[in-house]
């Protein structure tokens, strides 16, 4: 297997455990660079000795980035645009349709690599983050439809299980979340004494989703209103993030500003989607870029 351990003089100056580490040898130099707490793309813009070094890594994906905001650009100067769904994800899935973008199942980053998030001004206190199933091993109920039957409810259809879970309060299901920092997991716990914890995830697991999902982040914020029942939807602001502190992830749970949400039904499972109050982005990802799509 080798020796897993890393050791370059004085490293523990400049990272921390579970920080990623680039190790780049060019013109034979090596480099190691904290890819977790360093912006290469800042970097290469504003530290001489890094331009040469980090330039070709860094010039294809901001050119990404400007062909995505001129898109959203283009989308903002057309004014309010009717949503074609009036759900929570209608405007995720306005924003997607104009800029071309198949709906599909996959967890993939949505445009070229990056991730895009649609919520609606005021409306939306809470953005999503990512879709993860429980680690059904780890936990005492065997699946979803498991999860549906010992602790869902019917009212006026079919059955279902629609609910906020967090750490700081018990739902109206009897379900909160409890993070076990010894063991690194994340359970659901319940008020029942036969199933006091129904879903387990592995920390390091959801850390993991959350690097891959969100490496590059566009969060759009549109203005809504309503003409009659349709809603219309003017996208106007961007919030630009890169490389999320996951180590921020267990804390953020713990004090409630991630939660997450289930919404399954006998008809169907939208998956546990975990979400971060909009006042914690910052938290989670530092440095976020602010984009004015309205200005010239």
């Known amino acids: 297997m080798g020796d897993p351990r890393i050791w370059f003089s004085r490293i523990h100056q400049y990272c921390k455990p579970r920080d990623i580490l680039v190790s780049l040898w060019v013109e034979g130099s090596l480099w190691v660079l904290n890819a977790t707490r360093v912006s290469f793309s800042r970097a290469a813009r504003s530290v001489p000795a890094y331009r040469k070094l980090l330039n070709p890594l860094t010039s294809s994906r901001e050119s990404i980035f400007e062909e995505l905001l001129e898109k959203l650009r283009e989308l903002s100067a057309r004014g309010p645009i009717p949503a074609y769904k009036t759900a929570d994800t209608g405007g995720g899935h306005l924003l997607e349709t104009e800029l071309g973008i198949r709906q599909n199942s996959s967890r993939d980053p949505d445009y070229k690599g990056i991730e895009l998030k ?112 349709v809603e219309f939807i003017h996208f106007q602001h ?50 976020p870029i602010y984009h004015d799509l309205t200005s010239c």
């Open 238 to 287: 961007v919030t630009q993030t890169s490389k999320p502190i996951v180590q921020q992830l267990s804390p953020l749970l713990q004090s409630g500003a991630i939660t997450m949400d289930h919404m399954l039904s006998s008809r169907g499972d939208r998956g546990p989607e975990f979400k971060v109050h909009k006042k914690h982005i910052k938290e989670l990802f530092p440095k």
């Open 118 to 229: 649609s919520t609606r001004a005021p409306k939306l206190a809470r953005s999503n983050l990512f879709v993860k199933v429980p680690d059904w091993e780890l936990s005492q109920v065997v699946d979803a439809k498991d999860m549906l039957r010992e602790f869902g409810y019917r009212r006026e259809g079919p059955r279902r299980l629609y609910c906020t879970i967090s750490a700081t309060a018990w739902n109206p299901q009897g379900l909160r979340f409890e993070v076990d920092e010894q063991k690194d997991l994340l359970h659901v716990v319940s008020r029942r004494s036969d199933i006091p914890k129904p879903e387990t995830w592995r920390l390091q697991g959801l850390r993991e989703t959350l690097a891959s999902k969100h490496a590059d982040t566009f969060w759009v914020t549109g203005e809504s209103y309503f003409e009659g029942n």
